[in-house]
């Protein structure tokens, strides 16, 4: 059955009804958006222009059962018996996004809502969080979503506060985060975000799913996910993820510009360790139409070298010539991480991920957030991939960062509970590498 034959058709001979109220609530600095009171006997009609299908045509006598916290079209009721009766619509899932009316945001929430991400059966739940001073700008963001009439789109809410817009989360995006600007680090940001990745910790700890699927893209990421992960000790470590598919997808197209074939033909491509400028890449397990990148590539000078820095360097140099960082490519890169966790790895393949790395076969450090290769069988859940070559080079490149995030967790000690005292990031840094 074709997706535009389950959209609903709404009446909205009532909509001048649905404007709404601002409360802004003294505790916890909470705005709240709700939908003013309907008055009793109001008539809200839907109808589904399915064949096969027919959703009861709901004529309400009663005072509307309200959605917390939606935004306009979306504190309409809708029915989705439809799409279980004739079992083509999966249960609604609910998607945190941080930083929702930021620029990677602004791409991101578009593609989850057209059904790129999880399916054009998934109907979802989009709840943004953003703050006092974005909290316009993310009814921007909630208005453009309404009027691009997206069917599987059931649900907008916006919020300030992690504790609400949390709830029930079955995904969480961590995006919400100060950018760096030319000339910094990555990890010059840890004492300005560290902070927010502890609160967001403790709020999905508190009100997410148990199994909720956490995504933390705000740099530096892996430090962040690490905090994150440590404040939200019900919630299981293996669910949290630093995002460095962006690196990866990098490492893909230098490879293949640099072998004169297209993108798709590079596999098997891991970026160990931390999304930052001691990342690596590892050309020594992947390929090139299935043969080893080093058969393909001969210049193992070029290999080491240039091709490692510019991956490594990708970030900073789009920075300097487009005066910020990535968005477009970065919504595209948490996209495929997603889609990675909910489909299948094909075989032989794997993705990189920044993951807890208790257990890991590797000999990397325990209790870090590190990016190592993993397979998905496309629920949600992952097994690092074990049968990977690592010789004297790769070794030494995965200690360096391996050091940087050991440096980076001793940083934020006062962050993750392991000591109260909090010190100078960028000096202890300096200090350990
Ligand atoms: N892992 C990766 O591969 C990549 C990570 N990133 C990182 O993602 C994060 C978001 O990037 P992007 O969407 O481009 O950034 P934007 O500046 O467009 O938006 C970031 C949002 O973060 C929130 N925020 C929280 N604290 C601050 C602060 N101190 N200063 C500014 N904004 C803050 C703001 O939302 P509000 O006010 O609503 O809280 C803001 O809208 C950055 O940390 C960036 O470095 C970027 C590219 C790749
Ligand atoms: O470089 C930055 O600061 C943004 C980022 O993480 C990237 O583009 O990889």
């Known amino acids: 059955m074709a997706l535009a034959d389950l959209h609903t ?9 649905l404007s709404y109220v601002s409360t802004r609530l003294s505790y916890n600095h909470r705005i709240s958006l709700r939908p003013l009171p309907q008055p009793h006997n109001s008539r809200i009609c839907c109808s589904v222009t399915s064949k096969e299908v027919q959703a009861p045509v709901t004529v309400n006598t009663e005072e509307p059962k309200k959605k917390p916290d939606c935004y306009g079209i979306f504190c309409l009721t809708y029915d989705l ?37 999880f399916g054009p059966d998934q109907p979802i739940a989009l709840k943004l969080l953003g703050s006092e001073r974005s909290f316009e700008a993310l ?34 995006l961590l995006i919400g985060a100060k950018p760096r600007g030319p000339g910094m ?35 530096p990421c892996n430090t962040n996910a690490l905090i994150c992960l440590k404040n939200a000790p019900d919630i299981p470590a293996k669910n949290f993820h630093a995002l460095t598919r962006l690196d990866e997808n990098r490492a893909k197209c230098q490879l293949a510009l640099k072998a004169g074939v297209f993108y798709d033909k590079v596999s098997n491509v891991t970026i160990w360790g931390n999304h930052s400028t001691t990342q690596v890449p590892d050309f020594l397990n992947a390929k090139i139409n299935g043969i080893p990148v080093k058969e393909v590539i001969k ?17 900073g140099v789009l920075i300097k010539k487009w005066g910020r960082s990535s968005a477009a490519s970065t919504a595209v890169s948490v996209v495929d ?19 807890y790395t208790a257990g890991n076969p590797y000999g990397i450090a325990e209790d870090i957030v590190f990016s190592m290769p993993c397979r998905s069988k496309g629920d949600g859940d992952y097994e690092l991939v074990k049968d990977v070559i690592i010789d004297d080079y790769l070794r030494s490149r995965i200690k360096m960062t391996e050091a940087e995030l050991l440096a980076e ?18 000096r202890i840094l300096q200090l350990t590498l």
């Open 9 to 17: 058709k709404i009446d909205l001979q009532n909509s001048s009804q």
């Open 81 to 117: 018996m439809a799409g279980e009766e004739t079992k083509s619509w999966k249960k609604l899932i609910n998607i945190a996004i941080s930083g929702a009316a930021g620029m990677i945001s602004n791409h991101l929430l578009f593609k989850l809502a057209s059904g790129e991400v």
């Open 139 to 172: 009814e921007g963001v909630a208005m453009e979503l309404e009027d691009s009439l997206f069917p599987l789109l059931r649900e907008v809410s916006i919020g300030i506060d992690a504790y609400e817009v949390f709830q029930d989360a079955d995904w969480a």
């Open 185 to 219: 680090e990555r990890a010059d940001l840890l004492d300005i975000n560290g902070q927010i990745f502890a609160e967001q910790g403790k709020a999905l700890n508190a009100v997410a799913s148990r199994n909720v699927k956490v995504i933390v893209v705000g740099n």
């Open 299 to 315: 210049d193992t000078k070029w290999l080491e070298e240039e091709f490692t820095e510019m991956v490594q360097k990708r970030g």
């Open 337 to 355: 991480a997603i889609r990675s966790l909910v489909t299948p790895t094909p075989e032989g393949d794997w993705i990189s991920s920044g993951v």
């Open 409 to 426: 967790k001793r940083c934020v000690a006062h962050l993750t509970g392991e000591v109260r005292i909090k010190f100078p990031s960028s």
